[in-house]
């Protein structure tokens, strides 16, 4: 066999690898981003599963099944439905004598009757609380989500609707993919909330994209990239451009910014860095104890008090 027939078969070799490599990703990609049946299994948390479990998702994916609300509020609310970009359904729920409002946005995959618990607290102090269903989840349209990138002009949607009432005091509350989309409003759209509440955002697409690659034991080069790269391509927009990191220096509002210190998705120098480009007045609270997590279920007491003293100051 000559030398060139060798480089040959090499390269032949390298095409057919590089061509797998992209549809697996794009596949990988599609089922990330577009939420399925109801009737799926959701795919458990990569420190959940066994090795065959993790070899499975790698391969074909993950079950996604589409958000469903299986709870309401318990006190008189009203279903509001917005046209943003999709069609996005709200619970707004009223307080009397309220200081203000507070918007609450949930992470990936969930969906407003997650937020009921955190809702009530709010009410408790005296606000006002609106929860809503990003597009693709609960009452909303669709069953497409773009992790916090497209979100954001439903939340600018839902700041400009509270706007339109006369509401003055418009604080935004957001975890995970909920408080990406939160500082990328802020970031284009240029809209001043009275304040901001962040719950472990990512610093940017790709490094989320890999934390899940290192969960599941997984090498992150070259199918990290990949990912994101398909992921954006399939959704219309520039995946490896969606970075809180930066969407941070726009932020002039008071925000506090909160995190747990065993989050295996979201690395504290991720954190540091968000917080050190927000520009405002802000806090960093660290919950020792708690993952990428409801921080109500290991600090339920702390949580109330830093939420009750920044809503105080601001």
């Known amino acids: 066999m000559t030398r060139k027939t060798i480089l040959k078969r090499i390269g032949w070799g390298l095409l057919i690898v590089f061509i797998v490599l992209n549809i697996v990703a794009c596949f990988h990609a599609y089922k990330f981003t577009h939420f399925g049946d109801n009737n799926l299994i959701r795919t458990r948390d990569p420190k959940e599963l066994t090795l065959i479990g993790r070899l499975k998702s790698l391969a074909f994916g993950i079950n996604n099944p589409r958000p469903t609300n299986g709870r309401f509020p318990t006190k008189p ?12 359904e709200c619970w707004l729920v009223k307080t009397a004598n309220a200081k ?12 407003k009757s997650s937020l009921l618990e955190k809702s009530v607290i709010f009410e408790e102090l005296g606000y006002n609380t609106m929860l809503v269903d990003f597009m693709g989840s609960g009452g909303s349209e669709g069953n497409q989500t773009t992790i916090g990138f497209f979100e954001a ?3 600018k949607t839902c700041f400009d609707y509270l706007k339109s009432l ?6 935004l509350w957001g975890t995970s993919m909920g408080a990406v989309a939160i500082m ?66 726009k932020i002039t509002c008071p925000a506090l910014l909160m995190y747990g210190e065993l989050d ?30 409801n921080y109500l279920n290991k600090y339920e007491h702390q949580w109330k008090a830093d939420i009750t003293d920044f809503l105080a100051r601001f």
């Open 77 to 88: 609310y009203q279903t509001i439905r917005l046209k943003s970009n999709k069609t996005i």
């Open 100 to 111: 203000g409002t507070v918007v609450l946005f949930h992470g990936f995959a969930g969906e």
């Open 153 to 155: 002009e439903e939340v």
């Open 166 to 171: 006369g509401e003055n005091k418009i604080y």
């Open 184 to 249: 990328k409003a802020i970031n284009d759209y240029n809209i001043h909330p009275s304040g901001i509440m962040i719950e472990c955002p990512f610093g940017s697409m790709y490094e989320t994209v890999c934390a899940r690659f290192r969960l599941m034991h997984a090498p992150t080069f070259p199918m990290a990239g990949l990912l994101v790269f398909w992921g954006g391509l399939q959704n219309s927009f520039w995946a490896f451009g969606h970075n809180p990191i930066n969407y941070a220096e």
């Open 264 to 293: 295996d998705k979201v690395s504290r120098e991720e954190i540091d860095e968000i917080f050190a480009n927000i520009s405002g007045q802000k806090q960093l609270k660290v919950y020792p104890l708690a993952g990428h997590e």
